[in-house]
């Protein structure tokens, strides 16, 4: 099982207006303002053979699978998106509820025992799971290129720099918690089980995105650079468990399959 686990929960556009309910509103707008908030490609972007992959189905409107699933733990209910979106975020509400509960049990608590299952196999293999949870967004003023998210808990700091540094390395600028902070973990695991690492990653859509949303002459760029990254925390993912098993008798001979040939300048990392 790998150690890593890639969350993509938001570059759906698939949006069955079976599974919308009645709308109060064009079937066109919710389209439009749903892709406005997806994150376009993100499931081609983030890509790793390594990896475990959870990738939603649907689109976040209509269900957003990142969210809080009980309303008085997710902000964001309050204005109409929290898992179950009813509003646009210009306010306007676009649909009841009465396909709330449905969509809470055959598709919001699906995507996370799916994700559970994942990091559950990595942490009975190696005892431990790092989290990559990949998003895009689009904001206007000076942003940053990549946003790192970062939880006291479960984001290590050394994690936090090399994730820093590989960006700035390759040119691009980096903030971190903002303008997104957090980063998702399963609830078995939340804040329960330091074992449990996650790191969320922000692209700046103008990385790789046209005006039109199509993808822009800069899109081969940001997925070699996203594999690049991705391939950069399973190395020192594998080479956090050779440190740890090294410590003791290695006890099962498949672990010797984890060496590789070639050593970098990422085996001090220890996360």
């Not at 009813?86 to 809470?104: A, M, P, S, V, Y």
């Not at 994690?159 to 960006?167: G, S």
Request: with cysteine; aromatic share 10%.
């Amino acid at each position: 099982m790998a150690p890593l686990v890639l969350n993509i929960p938001h570059a759906s556009t698939l949006l069955p207006e079976e599974l919308l309910g009645g709308l109060y509103v064009p079937y066109e707008r919710v389209q439009a303002e749903a892709l406005s908030q997806t994150d376009l490609f993100c499931d081609d972007l983030f890509s790793c053979k390594q990896a475990t992959r959870v990738v939603a189905k649907y689109s976040r409107f209509v269900c957003d699978v990142e969210r809080f699933a009980d309303d008085s733990q997710e902000p964001m209910s309050c204005t109409g998106q929290g898992f179950f979106y009813t509003n646009f975020l210009d306010g306007t509400c676009f649909r009841g509820t009465e396909l709330r509960e449905k969509i809470k049990s055959e598709v919001f608590d699906l995507y996370h025992d799916e994700l559970t299952r994942a990091v559950d196999a990595a942490m009975s293999n190696g005892g431990h799971c790092l989290i990559v949870d990949c998003h895009s967004f689009a904001l206007d003023g000076d942003m940053p290129d990549v946003c790192i998210g970062a939880d006291s808990f479960h984001t290590p700091q050394p994690l936090v720099e090399l994730t820093k540094n590989f960006f700035e390395a390759s040119g691009y600028s980096v903030a971190i918690n903002n303008p997104y902070s957090g980063t998702v973990v399963p609830l078995k695991y939340l804040n329960e089980d330091p074992r449990a690492s996650s790191i969320m990653i922000e692209l700046n859509r103008k990385l790789y995105l046209a005006s039109d949303y199509s993808r822009s002459d800069g899109y081969q760029d940001i997925k070699d650079l996203c594999s690049q990254y991705l391939d950069t925390l399973w190395r020192a993912e594998i080479d956090r468990r050779l440190n740890e098993l090294l410590v003791e008798p290695i006890r099962n001979s498949e672990y010797l399959d984890l060496c590789h040939p070639s050593k970098t300048d990422l085996d001090g990392w220890e996360f």
